[in-house]
């Protein structure tokens, strides 16, 4: 089993719509969450972070966190064209310093 | 406030050469981690270095290694490479301080490449 999961996609959803995103990860003791977002050719660009069970809120993104399920996702609402890029799920393990373990990331294409 | 640099932006070498790339953390972090990223296996945590001393290393072997310097620019160095060593090398910066909310920055990457 890997640490932090993710499937590959792609997602596809039409412009306007909710995309979502999920992630689950191994580790119960994990207390750090990420979600970077990664254009073609560039580097990661963090999106949201999130600590504590629940839902997080910033713009058009929520981050959503059930550590019971082991499981964090990342909802983006009124999705544009521009949101397609590949999404990275990153946690900080139990133990791991400060070492993110990300996950394969999914890639996302938002269609006109 | 500045972001994290990295440089070069790219590199050709060939096999058997070292290569030593450059990072500059964002002003006031203190920790910067390297980290591998490759198609095949997605983004690799290499090593973390905080006040001039490696705090944490990934499973790389010993031809990767690194270095911080006191004005936290770090560099990280591969000796005698590899084709497989071709990848996008990306830095983060952080705080470095204890605690959950720590969070890392990239920088843009330097693109190897081994001929």
């Known amino acids: 089993q890997k640490e932090v999961e993710q499937n590959s996609g792609p997602l596809s959803v039409p412009e306007g719509a909710i995309a979502s995103l999920n992630c689950t990860y191994s580790?119960?003791?994990?207390?750090?969450f990420f979600w970077y977002r990664q254009y073609s050719g560039k580097s990661p660009e963090l999106i949201m972070s999130?600590?504590?069970?629940g839902d997080k809120e910033d713009g058009r993104f929520t981050a959503q966190l059930n550590k019971a399920s082991q499981y964090v996702s990342l909802l983006i609402r009124d999705s544009q064209p521009s949101d397609s890029a590949t999404y990275l799920c990153?946690?900080?393990?139990?133990?791991?310093?400060?070492?993110?373990?990300f996950g394969t990331g999914t890639q996302l294409k938002v269609e006109l | 406030k500045a972001g994290v640099t990295q440089t070069p932006r790219y590199l050709i070498k060939t096999r058997g050469q070292q290569v030593t790339l450059s990072c500059s953390p964002i002003?006031?972090?203190?920790?910067v981690s390297w980290y591998q990223q490759t198609p095949g296996q997605g983004l690799q945590f290499l090593f973390e270095?905080?006040?001039?001393?490696?705090?944490n290393k990934g499973n790389f072997p010993g031809r990767f290694s690194g270095r911080q310097f006191s004005n936290s620019r770090s560099e990280m160095n591969v000796s005698t490479l590899e084709l497989g060593d071709s990848a996008l090398y990306l830095c983060?910066?952080?705080?470095?301080?204890?605690?959950?909310?720590?969070?890392?920055?990239f920088g843009p990457g330097t693109r190897l490449t081994v001929l």
């Open positions: 983060a910066s952080s705080r470095g301080v204890a605690g959950v909310t720590d969070t890392q920055y």
């Open positions: 580790d119960r003791g994990s207390q750090s």
């Open positions: 999130i600590y504590s069970n």
């Open positions: 990153a946690v900080r393990l139990t133990g791991g310093g400060n070492k993110l373990t």
């Open positions: 002003s006031g972090h203190r920790s």
């Open positions: 270095y905080f006040s001039e001393t490696q705090r």
